[in-house]
């Protein structure tokens, strides 16, 4: 089951225009992401006509390295991305020219989950423990500020990364505990060795967490072509309003892009996916940067950025 679900979040994705007069008349744009929960604002865009009102189609491709999208927008081999906020925060240290556009969600969609031979009752018996974690997501910050909000360093902890797909075997190995995304971590809870200890809502009010997840344009398009990159944003406010005001429809968005990949989910599972990001926020304010000035401390405490970066320089 858990190859299953990776495996359908993992593949490619057109976002084609319904409805449309003539695909001569309607401008071509590239989109890129690493997972398709993060997709759903593109989906919904898509399917409920607000990329088309705009006189968009949008191709859309599933790439697991972050790495490779970005060297994609740097290069102008795609117009836009959705990434985790350390994707954009590790881009910025490096120096990469690429800009944030938008904010695409925000809040944490982590679950902490703990093996029941560890003997942890909360957080601060994290301390010692060994945690297993997926490369290339926001848990590492989220994980890092949770620590922190205990007086925990990461150098008290033994992290070892996970590949999607093997995170299962972690308590299998011995991990202690594991933190990961909702729908990956719902998938470890069915393993008999498995317990909750924090949900996202749980982490996000111990943390005080936002991670607003940018959707991310090439320079490319910035600099040639501002006037689809201001149609995009529109299309994409009107989708996250969409969510907001029908998170049911687009739960059922959801269950049919799966269903089309050969996976099924029930409808509960699919609208607790859909619910646990936020769609409200579309400026990165005072209080969403002084958040991912944060989440880039916890980055230089992992050791994957060496320096804090000059965030409101890649906003658009």
């Known amino acids: 089951m858990f190859k299953m679900i990776l495996l359908a979040f993992s593949l490619a994705l057109n976002f084609c225009a319904v409805n449309v007069v003539s695909a001569q008349t309607f401008k071509v744009v590239r989109i890129t992401y690493a997972s398709s929960w993060d997709a759903v604002p593109a989906i919904v865009a898509a399917e409920r006509g607000f990329l088309a009102t705009e006189g968009i189609y949008m191709s859309g491709a599933a790439v697991s390295s972050h790495k490779a999208i970005i060297n994609s927008l740097a290069s102008g081999a795609t117009d836009f991305a959705v ?40 957080t601060l018996d994290l301390k010692g423990k060994s ?37 299962g075997r972690a308590f299998g ?76 429809d687009a739960a059922r968005l959801l269950r049919i892009f799966l269903h089309r990949r050969g996976i099924t ?23 969403v940067l002084t958040d991912a000035y944060y989440n880039a401390w916890a980055l230089t405490q992992a050791n994957l950025i060496k320096e804090t970066p000059q965030i409101d320089q890649y906003l658009y």
Do not use: F
């Open 83 to 122: 990434l985790p906020q350390t994707a954009l925060l590790q881009a910025a240290a490096a120096n990469a020219k690429i800009k944030a556009v938008a904010i695409n969600n925000w809040g944490s969609a982590h679950l902490l989950v703990v093996n029941k031979n560890s003997a942890i009752e909360n």
């Open 131 to 167: 945690i297993a974690l997926i490369p290339d997501t926001d848990a590492i910050v989220v994980l890092a500020r949770l620590l922190n909000a205990n007086d925990i360093d990461l150098s008290d902890v033994t992290l070892k990364y996970y590949e999607p797909g093997s995170l």
């Open 173 to 248: 190995d011995g991990m202690d505990a594991a933190i990961a995304e909702q729908p990956i971590g719902d998938l470890l809870l069915e393993q008999n060795d498995a317990q909750l200890l924090l949900n996202a809502s749980e982490i996000s009010d111990a943390i005080g967490y936002i991670g607003a997840q940018p959707l991310i344009a090439s320079p490319h398009i910035l600099a040639n072509d501002e006037d689809t990159v201001a149609a995009v944003k529109r299309a994409w406010s009107a989708a996250k309003a969409h969510i907001m005001a029908d998170p049911d």
């Open 265 to 287: 989910i029930d409808a509960d599972q699919s609208v607790e996916w859909i619910r646990m990001q936020h769609y409200d926020l579309d400026v990165w304010d005072k209080n």
